[in-house]
């Protein structure tokens, strides 16, 4: 195994600044043990750490990198904004150039806000949506993680699910108290909250597909549901498709389930509000929301629900949301999707081997392993937690010895991007038969 050395004295440097060493939790690899591995740099399917090491990359930054680090467009249009300097405060052309460009994947984005990260692009559209309909309820579902705020933090995955936290401290009763969490791809649960609450919801809000439990598919015409079901009931459907949006398709989750893959025919349902994030920023800090312009309208300045940003739609980040969209042809999300078959079946193949029971989740190009499921699968939280997670931490290690940097976590999925090339592939491919052994002793 190579050195880690300077990650090691990076990370004790670090602790002693920030709690836990760390700006996001997952990154301290508390879950699966050993030394965070600091980068310093990442260029297409590749990053570098600090002591000098590289690792085909299956993080992608949780989601931007679509395709591959440092693309050559979009670090064109990046140094070409930077050049004209980096934030104005004021409104500037390329941002109705992005909404513009989200629109045409996604028609039924009639007005889009920009936001800095997804978490504010969730909190502003449960206020909107709260403010809209002037009611206070929000149903979420266990295992969907939509960001940090308050209102969405119980039983949220993600680094929740790593930590073994069924929530946060600080988040009032009160606050918890207007939201209703409820069991996934369990539509007979939401049929009975709104049969009791139904004067109440403001709205349900579910990622596309969930992705923070480890991924899991939503039940055929699961989404469909929530369509119709807030719609009868006066609620409003927010789609999060902050991680999924642009990533598994031209036009989101929403695309492969609604029948509008291509964001040109029509859409066999469509959710009010929408949230976006990560691909959508290409590498930088913007999200959005956006959706019926009638609910859209009601934020500041036309409406009366407030939302402000002192860096929304920089200039930067709008440069390279735009790059990457644009660059985010067809024949991206058909290689993204053929890699991710052929890495997914190589992960199964291994693991079977190896005689390590599993099921792969998968929803588009997005897939995780769950260990000890083949028999009934995951279709939502509980099944996600019940896993063999204790065989995660050693095929981790046995995969980053091997040079291939996964998700910290079980319940994350894995990101390829259109740079992963044979090589790249190659590598994880030869890596998977051991990392199975060590799933397999453990
Ligand atoms: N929604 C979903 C579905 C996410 O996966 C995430 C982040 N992983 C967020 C919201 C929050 O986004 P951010 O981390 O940019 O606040």
């Not at 040109?264 to 009010?272: E, G, I, N, R």
């Not at 042809?329 to 991710?340: H, L, M, P």
């Not at 976590?409 to 030869?430: G, T």
Request: with cysteine; net charge negative.
């Amino acid at each position: 195994m190579s050195s880690t050395n300077i990650s090691a004295d990076l990370f004790d440097r670090a602790k002693a600044l920030m709690p836990g060493g760390v700006n996001s939790p997952v990154r301290a690899f508390g879950s699966v043990g050993g030394t965070p591995r600091f980068m310093v740099s990442a260029k297409g399917a590749y990053l570098t750490d600090a002591d000098g090491r590289d690792y085909v990359d299956l993080v992608c930054s949780w989601g931007p990198a679509l395709l591959g680090h440092a693309h050559p467009d979009v670090l064109a249009a990046v140094h070409a904004a930077v050049d004209r300097g980096l934030s104005f405060g004021a409104s500037t052309p390329d941002e109705a150039e992005l909404a513009s460009l989200v629109q045409q994947r996604v028609p039924a984005v009639e007005r889009l806000r920009m936001v800095s990260t997804g978490t504010e692009a969730t909190m502003t559209a449960v206020r909107l949506a709260r403010g809209f309909t002037g009611r206070n309820l929000i149903i979420k579902f266990a295992g969907c993680y939509h960001g940090h705020l308050d209102s969405l933090l119980a039983a949220a995955g993600s680094g929740l699910a790593t930590l073994a936290l069924p929530g946060s401290a600080g988040v009032t009763a009160a606050t918890a108290a207007e939201t209703l969490v409820l069991p996934y791809n369990d539509p007979g649960a939401v049929e009975e909250a709104f049969a009791r609450h139904g004067h109440s919801i403001a709205a349900v809000i579910t990622e596309a597909a969930p992705a923070n439990m480890g991924v899991v598919t939503p039940g055929e015409g699961f989404n469909a549901g929530l369509s119709r079901i807030t719609a009868e009931h006066g609620a409003l459907l927010i789609l999060d498709e902050v991680l999924t949006g642009f990533r598994t398709g031209p036009a989101g989750y929403w695309g492969l389930t609604s029948g509008s893959a291509d964001g040109l025919s029509a859409a066999a349902w469509t959710p009010d509000l929408f949230t976006f994030g990560k691909v959508i920023g290409g590498g930088l800090p913007t999200a959005a929301l956006g959706g019926r312009a009638d609910v859209m309208d009601y934020l500041a300045p036309l409406g009366p629900v407030y939302q402000a940003g002192t860096l929304s739609g920089n200039p930067v980040a709008m440069a390279a949301g735009v790059a990457t969209l644009t660059a985010a042809t067809a024949d991206i999300y058909a290689s993204v999707d053929a890699r991710s078959l052929e890495l997914s079946a190589a992960l199964s193949q291994a693991l079977a081997t190896a005689g390590v029971d599993h099921s792969i989740q998968r929803a588009g190009s997005l897939f995780s392993v769950a260990f000890g499921t083949s028999e009934r699968g995951v279709h939502n939280y509980e099944d996600a937690q019940g896993q063999e997670s204790f065989r995660y931490a050693p095929f981790f290690h046995a995969m980053l010895d091997a040079g291939v940097y996964l998700p910290p976590s079980v319940f994350e999925a894995w990101f390829l991007s259109a740079a992963h090339d044979d090589a790249a592939m190659n590598r994880i491919i030869d890596a998977l038969p051991g990392a199975a052994r060590a799933a397999a002793a453990a």
